[in-house]
């Protein structure tokens, strides 16, 4: 787990092996131990250097030992020894320098890095603080707001900005190994009096409190309900207000309460989560092993309004070649426009060239015939999308993959318009296509395994997190949001307020509650789709049959305030009172407030008090339900798709880790429980009825999250 060897006769060099990161599990610690003691009982080594093999330095701390019995030597001790040490050690970074994989080097007297590595203290990430002397060694290496930065968010570092901050002392374009071992062999006999990190002074500023009560101001409003961002800064302060070895119990004091929390159990499960959705499977037995992605060069985007110029921008980005086709002149102009103008912000951000060459314009559907793969974002009308999908399998090359951006249509109706359904999936990007983070792609029960690796590869490559779902209305993401909304509209004629919904969901970690975010989505989008499926009735009609639709209840709140115009954001107008139409800062609205006695008038509802508690309650384990149902239903392969997919579309709060983890950490039983509470409450709420996969997964004694995979399947095969 680290080798030892003597190279250019008097270096010592330790080369981590713990594929595929280095990580420091207890045996590699152990390796690290023996290795050092090697070097410097050895008098012919004059001086170390520490490096990774298959050129990645260390991924941090083996996170999967996180939660078991740790074993093995500490890391603080290890460190401290290679610090201790009388003969100079130089830590050799290639690839990623990450976590305790940084805290490491930074016990070492000197450190070189390939101009390529990225280094960084990503513990807050995981629920965590750097607690191998992490919090306590960088500011008095970098000083303290630029570690309060690194540390508060986990950010990671090219090797340039580590030189430039002074974390590191060397970047090189060449061997790292081979040129940190020429570095020790210049260092050998140096004092290192002056190299020892954890010696150092903490270069503080003037008003040290001033700084700390700002920063913390400021994590705690990002940080959104998050600990782990506040024991950073708590930490740093120790670095900067007391002695290293104080500092180091403050450290480990606070780690002790972070470690074991529920928090860094979250965001643990979603980093592994995020790398399990790669490793998908269809019911038909398919999957990611087993099918082989074809290569897409060129690719094309039908209709450029928003999501189609977003969906163009992030294709360009890869590099592909881009054929983005509009039919009507007026949005024709003003997006290849816009376009441009996307591509050279996001150029200028990472300070590269804008790919303005990669797209191709045109008003001409005929302009696809050679493409690889085309994404569909026309309007979203199933007779429409129809007449596209028929065209293009009549005019592109064989074999070309049709993809379709729908975010609720059937994938497989609009494959039955084309000779080869095979082809045809969906990508449901979402807004702005080349900023959000999640794909979901859809495959319909005649999507080719081929189809669907090439578009979750296509997805990787576009740097999204692609999750593979199956195909029902609105997939999985917007199938679970509709309980949710629908069940704030009802706490709304029931009593409750915008402001008290939001600030329930805020307080839980949203960034923005349900109504504020109905607002910036534009409250005419769901107005649209809920016409379509001929729920919308005009007028402000009273009795039973007025909040009653297909035999369920009904809200008919937002379509009566798209009556009156109020489309959100937009307008100026929603849910709550904008200064004027697109700003974004939701005011107290007086007017709604009036429109909601007037309507619980209108009714006969007597409003009553409804506490935060319920809210959450109502919202979330509605929407929970509908996961459950949708695992019940085999749309999702398992909770890990649900929840990234919550996480990276939704803004559910990571360190609750995505509905499905959210309902293990409260208890199956416990959510079985207020559902039936809810379902008795309001008969006429269908969804309410506690999903039976649920009630199954409590009666075999509720399983963790990660079971449920293999306790689902065995719950399948004894129907
Ligand atoms: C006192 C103790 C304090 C400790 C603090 C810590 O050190 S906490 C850990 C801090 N480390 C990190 O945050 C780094 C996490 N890893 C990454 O960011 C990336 O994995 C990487 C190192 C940049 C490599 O990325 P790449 O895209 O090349 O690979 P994957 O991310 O797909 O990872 C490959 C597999 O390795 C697993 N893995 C990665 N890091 C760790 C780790 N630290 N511990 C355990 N396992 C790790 C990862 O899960 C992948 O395996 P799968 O089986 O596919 O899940």
């Not at 001409?364 to 793969?373: E, G, M, R, T």
């Amino acid at each position: 787990m680290a080798q030892f060897t003597r190279v250019s006769r008097s270096v010592g060099l330790i080369t981590l092996q713990n594929p595929p990161v280095n990580a420091l599990s207890a045996v590699a610690r152990q390796g690290i131990v023996d290795a050092v003691k090697r070097a410097l009982s050895d008098p012919k080594v004059k001086s170390v250097v520490i490096c990774g093999q298959n050129g990645i330095f260390c991924g941090g701390a083996d996170i999967k030992e996180f939660g078991t019995n740790i074993t093995g030597p500490p890391l603080v001790p290890m460190i401290h020894a290679i610090e201790a040490s009388n003969k100079p050690v130089v830590a050799a970074i290639e690839g990623s320098a990450f976590g305790g994989g940084l805290e490491l080097a930074l016990g070492c007297h000197y450190r070189v890095a390939h101009s390529k590595a990225k280094l960084g203290l990503t513990e807050v990430t995981l629920g965590l603080l750097p607690a191998a002397g992490g919090t306590q060694r960088l500011p008095r290496l970098i000083g303290v707001p630029a570690a309060l930065n690194l540390i508060t968010t986990g950010r990671h570092v090219t090797a340039a900005e580590a030189l430039q901050l002074g974390i590191v002392d060397q970047v090189t374009d060449h061997n790292a190994v081979d040129e940190a071992v020429k570095f020790a062999l210049s260092v050998a006999g140096k004092s290192l009096d002056a190299r020892r990190i954890s010696t150092y002074p903490c270069p503080c500023p003037s008003d040290v409190d001033a700084l700390f009560e700002e920063v913390m101001q400021k994590v705690r409003q990002s940080a959104r309900g998050a600990i782990a961002p506040i024991a950073c800064v708590q930490a740093v302060r120790a670095a900067a207000t007391l002695p290293y070895s104080q500092g180091m119990e403050r450290e480990q004091e606070l780690m002790a309460t972070l470690f074991t929390s529920g928090q860094a159990r979250a965001l643990q499960y979603c980093f592994f989560a995020q790398r399990a959705v790669g490793r998908w499977s269809m019911p038909s037995g398919a999957r990611w092993d087993t099918s082989k992605p074809r290569s897409i060069h060129k690719a094309a985007v039908i209709g450029l309004g928003t999501m189609g110029r977003g969906i163009a921008v992030a294709l360009a980005q890869t590099g592909l070649s881009v054929v983005a086709v509009e039919t009507q002149e007026k949005q024709f102009m003003e997006a290849k426009k816009m376009v441009s103008g996307m591509m050279e912000r996001g150029a200028k951000r990472h300070g590269t060239a804008p790919p303005l060459d990669k797209i191709t314009y045109s008003q001409n559907i005929q302009a696809v015939a050679d493409v690889d793969l085309v994404i569909e974002a026309v309007f979203e009308d199933m007779a429409l999308k129809e007449k596209v999908f028929q065209q293009l399998s009549t005019i592109c090359k064989q074999g070309t993959f049709l993809c379709t951006n729908t975010s609720a249509l059937d994938v497989d109706h609009l494959a039955s318009q084309t000779r080869n359904p095979e082809l045809v999936v969906g990508m449901h990007f979402f807004a702005p296509a080349h900023v959000m983070k999640l794909l979901e792609v859809v495959y319909g029960p005649r999507s080719s395994p081929q189809a669907v690796a090439t578009a979750m590869q296509l997805g990787k490559k576009m740097g999204k997190v692609s999750v593979a779902v199956g195909n029902c209305r609105g997939f999985v993401g917007n199938r679970m949001l509709k309980p949710y909304l629908e069940q704030a509209l009802f706490l709304l004629e029931e009593g409750a307020t915008p402001e008290l919904v939001d600030g329930a969901l805020e307080e839980f970690g949203f960034a923005l509650g349900v109504f504020k975010m109905s607002d910036l989505s534009g409250l005419d989008v769901g107005w649209k789709v809920r016409k379509g499926d001929g729920l919308v009735e005009p007028g402000l009609a009273s009795g039973p049959s007025a909040r009653i639709r297909q035999g369920r209840r009904y809200s008919p709140l937002g379509d009566l305030l798209c009556e009156q115009g109020r489309f959100g954001q937009k307008t100026g107008q929603g849910w709550y009172r904008y200064d004027k139409p697109g700003s974004r800062v939701p005011r107290y609205d007086p007017w709604l407030h009036s429109f909601l006695e007037e309507y619980r008038t209108q009714h006969g509802i007597v409003a009553r008090r409804i506490d935060q508690q319920e809210v959450l309650e109502r919202c979330l384990y509605a929407l929970i339900n509908e996961g459950f149902r949708i695992l019940e239903d085999g749309i999702a392969a398992g909770p890990e798709d649900i929840d990234i997919i919550y996480v990276f579309g939704y803004s559910w709060p990571r360190h609750r880790g995505g509905p499905m983890f959210y309902a293990s950490m409260v208890g199956l039983a416990k959510v079985l429980e207020r559902l039936e509470h809810y379902h008795q409450a309001h008969p006429d709420v269908p969804y309410m009825q506690p999903c039976n996969l649920l009630r199954r997964l409590v009666a075999s004694g509720s399983p963790p999250v990660h079971k449920w995979k293999e306790a689902i399947k065995k719950l399948r095969s004894q129907l």
